[in-house]
């Protein structure tokens, strides 16, 4: 028999049999079956043992996802027992509930200079960012999808990528080098692109499991922009060109004039990505 009618995936169970003529500290062995198994076919479920004592044994186990249908929410489990010289018994049978997950906290967080994570919803195109999320109801090793989708408002969010993602103390972390993808299914892209000559981006990402049928809610957005940060130094000369006016020319005929700071360096922050090549004024 069981210690109860029902239980949920990852609780603790017992098995329990009444044993006669075994002699004290036999081995017990307990084969765990699926309710409806051929057990001429199909394999057991989990195998565990335990000793005779006093006229009793017992064994526990724990239900895991995996060991369920992924499409029902609840399955029946049986058990048979064996000792030496003893004839095989099965026991009643016992219900185990599938929990459903929960997903929260999602955030994009990205390492600055000194190796601090902060919350982004902005990174640079080939930026490396972590997402994470805080996880309920699923054990250590079970996994995740991770889907990572560009983000449209007036179509269909467009897949880019996904990856499996072990949880790890109730928590999953997955990094990812941002991309530049192109956008012109709605209209804020549309105008970006006539404002701009350009579309910025706009990522999301979700989090599935196959095994309970759950997806989590969108991910906040982060934006994939192009950034420049560089000083300019003369090839000729080795001077850095402080305080000096400069001109991003892209490869499209476009350009964008702007002037380094006092140590040389240009900043130039949501730009397109591109080719492209600078000239400065000649004082």
């Known amino acids: 028999m069981w210690d109860r009618a029902t239980a949920t995936v990852g609780e603790e169970v017992t098995l329990l049999v009444n044993i006669t003529n075994q002699y004290q500290g ?3 062995y307990f084969t765990i079956w699926k309710d409806d198994a051929d057990r001429d076919k199909d394999m057991p479920v989990a195998k565990v043992y335990g000793h005779h004592d006093n006229g009793k044994a017992e064994a526990k186990t724990r239900f895991r996802v995996s060991e369920m249908d992924s499409e ?3 399955s029946k489990f049986i058990f048979t027992e064996k000792s030496f010289l003893c004839k095989e018994v099965e026991s009643g049978s016992i ?3 599938k929990v459903k997950p929960e997903f929260s906290d999602q955030k994009w967080m990205l390492k600055d200079e000194n190796g601090n994570e902060t919350e982004v919803n902005k990174a640079k195109v080939g930026d490396i960012v972590k997402f994470t999320a ?3 109801n699923m ?3 079970e996994k995740v999808k991770i889907k990572i989708y560009e983000k449209d408002y007036q179509s269909e969010n467009d897949f880019i990528c ?3 993602v072990e949880v790890k103390e109730e928590k999953i972390e997955y990094e990812w080098k941002v991309e530049y993808h192109e956008d012109f299914d709605d209209i804020n892209s549309k105008k970006e692109q006539e404002e701009k000559g350009y579309t910025i981006p706009e990522y999301i990402f979700k989090i599935e499991s196959n095994d309970y049928g759950v997806t989590s809610d969108n991910s906040p957005v982060i934006e994939g922009v192009f950034w420049i940060y560089s000083q300019l130094v003369d090839i000729h000369t080795d001077e850095i060109l402080k305080n000096t006016e400069y001109t991003l020319h892209f490869s499209d005929g476009s350009s964008k004039k702007g002037k380094t700071d006092g140590e040389g360096y ?3 922050k949501d730009i397109k990505l591109d080719e492209y090549y600078i000239t400065v004024k000649e004082n």
């Open 26 to 28: 036999a081995n017990v």
């Open 72 to 74: 029902v929410d609840e």
């Open 95 to 97: 219900t185990i509930k």
């Open 134 to 136: 805080n996880v309920k």
């Open 139 to 141: 054990e250590d090793g």
């Open 162 to 164: 996904e990856e499996e």
């Open 266 to 268: 240009l900043d130039e």
